[in-house]
């Protein structure tokens, strides 16, 4: 069974920074590109950023880029999102997801809180 | 960033009816080198992640019952449910990937009449 399992998020006073991670299992990671989406409470889905098999290609919305960072470790089957300069508007659910045609299947979501 | 549009916001349709959900993106995300329509469905129920429902604008995921359905091509698109049921309650969102950055309807909250 192909499983998510993404942690590390809390609670991070403005300007700070977390790192999120996306645990992978049930299937061989390093053959797909893995996203990052998020949900502010009570908005819609936004998309954050994209990863090919081999890291070496990132892709980030505007929102993020210059702040956040995707990265993966294979050997690891894990999926990460370091977040530094944490806004107020980055409070969000944040859910990793596998690209098979698109987007699917998605972790359960981690709660990131930025607030003083 | 191509725009994605749903309508209605929240239609309350009754048990065993119909529901439809409309989604037009403010471009065109059919490929023309394949024929194909760059778009997904997603339900999302609280307190669970988003399930894909449809992709390829017409195409079921394994394990998604046919009562859910998707049409559309070019630039306007529907997710219709026949005979709704009560664990069809849920939000429901369109997305596009034809390009990054991969883009979102605002969602649709289906509820019960």
């Known amino acids: 069974e192909v499983q998510l399992v993404e942690s590390g998020g809390g609670l991070v006073q403005p300007g700070g920074s977390l790192r999120l991670s996306c645990a992978a299992s049930?299937?061989?990671?390093?053959?797909?590109?893995m996203h990052w989406v998020r949900q502010a409470p009570g908005k819609g889905l936004v998309w954050v950023s994209r990863?090919?098999?081999?890291?070496?290609?990132?892709i980030y919305a505007d929102s993020v880029k210059g702040r956040f960072t995707i990265s993966r470790d294979n050997a690891k089957n894990t999926l990460y999102l370091q977040m530094n300069s944490l806004r107020a508007e980055d409070t969000a659910v944040y859910y990793c997801?596998?690209?098979?045609?698109?987007?699917?299947?998605w972790g359960q979501g981690t709660l990131v809180t930025v607030s003083s | 960033d191509i725009v994605m549009t749903q309508s209605p916001d929240s239609p309350a349709v009754s048990l065993g009816e119909r529901a439809t959900i409309n989604c037009k993106s403010s471009?065109?995300?059919?490929?023309?080198?394949?024929?194909?329509?760059?778009l997904a469905w997603y339900q999302h129920k609280p307190g669970q992640p988003p399930k894909l429902l449809i992709y390829?604008?017409?195409t079921r995921e394994s394990g998604v019952p046919d009562r859910f359905s998707g049409s559309g091509s070019g630039t306007d698109f529907t997710l219709t449910i026949t005979s709704l049921q009560a664990d069809d309650v849920a939000v429901y969102y369109c997305?596009?990937?034809?390009?990054?950055?991969?883009?979102f309807g605002q969602g649709t909250k289906l509820e019960i009449k």
């Open positions: 997801a596998r690209e098979g045609v698109t987007l699917g299947p």
């Open positions: 390829w604008a017409s």
């Open positions: 471009q065109t995300i059919l490929n023309s080198s394949n024929n194909k329509n760059y």
């Open positions: 997305q596009q990937y034809y390009a990054t950055p991969y883009t």
């Open positions: 049930g299937f061989t990671f390093s053959r797909y590109w």
């Open positions: 990863i090919n098999t081999d890291g070496r290609s990132t």
